[in-house]
């Protein structure tokens, strides 16, 4: 969930320090999830070397990067060793933001510093990135080798569509991918093209008619996968909303893309839940000190839920047993309060996004 150049701000990878990274005597100027914010000129400075030479680091041999890590940390010589060791291990990841984030933070280096390292560095990714993809047009959670639930088509966290969006920048020479050589920038062209198709293909159909999309698919038949426990085969009411987005952005959309658009936004429009907002309840006897829960608020703004029933479109919400349930307060506590249940990101999509579309490329209303 409106890029590129916004990419990764609002799909920007939950952080967690590393334990071996050490604090510079001087305060950080910019911490990583900034660091795709700042002025143009900022991306030659000190400071964007530092952080980008520490990405070179983080950055596997087979081209990606694995996730959840700051990667603006300052390192002391341990982590470093322990980094140049660590590159040789197979598998990096488009979950949470990884790759196509630290791709997006290089190109601006490249541009700003016309570095070479900084440019092979992106290069090496974006190769990573079209090798991932599947001739059916999907990309795994993993690569390479990806084994379970991270061998499907992953929509969840918006993996997909973060990479798509990558490579549609490229293919449309934006400004800050125009180092970029021709022939990549074709192969890119075409990788979108291929997902595209991919994606349209995945969106589900109910008794014939167009819905949503589940957060992975499976990456043979397309059909709905599930992936961890509590992660169902389901309608996505948040992967869903950054795949309307993206084909969004698609100039000139065929008939099959406006139709896609329709169908999924009516969707939304019809499994909106009102009347209800989801609040933080104290509770000292709790391990976290608070509750997640659902209280009545007839002036509150729409929610959607993460997860649908297929054909019920009822809300599902489940634990780490793996038994679907249909109330938040049914789950245990740890995965109530550890994990997004609720969102409210397709109000912005229905009531802007959607309105603005349909006035320049498809005047019909959603059926």
């Known amino acids: 969930m409106r890029f590129l150049l916004i990419l990764g701000l609002s799909l920007f990878p939950a952080l967690s320090q590393e334990p071996n990274a ?134 969840n966290d918006n993996a997909m569509v973060g990479v798509m969006n990558l490579l549609r920048a490229i293919e449309r020479q934006d400004a800050v991918y125009a180092f970029v050589d021709p022939d990549r920038r074709a192969r890119a062209g075409k990788a979108v093209q291929r997902g595209i198709e991919c994606i349209l293909k995945c969106q589900v159909r109910f008794d014939g008619r167009r819905t949503v999309w589940c957060a992975q698919h499976d990456e043979e038949t397309l059909q709905l996968a599930p992936a961890r426990t509590y992660e169902k085969a389901s309608l996505s009411g948040s992967e869903s909303a950054g795949i309307v987005r993206f084909l969004m952005g698609i100039n000139q959309p065929e008939p099959e893309v406006i139709e896609a658009i329709h169908a999924a936004v009516a969707w939304f429009g019809a499994v909106k839940l009102t009347g209800i907002k989801q609040i933080n309840k104290p509770d000292p006897s709790l391990p976290k000190g608070y509750d997640k829960v659902i209280v009545p608020d007839a002036q509150a703004g729409p929610l959607w839920a993460r997860f649908y029933e297929i054909g019920a479109n009822r809300p599902i919400f489940c634990g780490r047993d793996g038994v679907v349930k249909y109330s938040l307060a049914e789950i245990e506590h740890e995965r109530r309060t550890g994990y997004a249940w609720y969102i409210s990101e397709p109000a912005t999509l229905l009531a802007k996004d959607y309105p603005a579309w349909q006035a320049k490329w498809a005047a019909a209303p959603a059926k």
């Open 22 to 155: 050490v604090e510079s005597p001087k305060a950080l100027s910019v911490a990583w999830k900034e660091c795709l914010r700042q002025k143009p000129e900022w991306y030659g400075g000190a400071e964007a070397v530092r952080i980008a030479d520490q990405v070179l680091l983080y950055q596997r041999d087979a081209g990606g990067w694995v996730k959840n890590i700051d990667m603006a940390a300052f390192l002391n010589e341990q982590k470093r060793a322990e980094l140049l060791a660590q590159k040789k291990k197979a598998g990096s990841t488009i979950d949470n933001g990884a790759t196509y984030t630290q791709l997006a933070y290089l190109a601006r280096v490249v541009n700003a510093t016309q570095q070479e390292r900084f440019k092979e560095a992106f290069l090496k990714g974006l190769d990573s990135l079209l090798a991932a993809q599947y001739p059916n047009g999907g990309w795994p959670q993993f690569y390479p080798n990806p084994s379970g639930y991270q061998k499907h088509i992953t929509f």
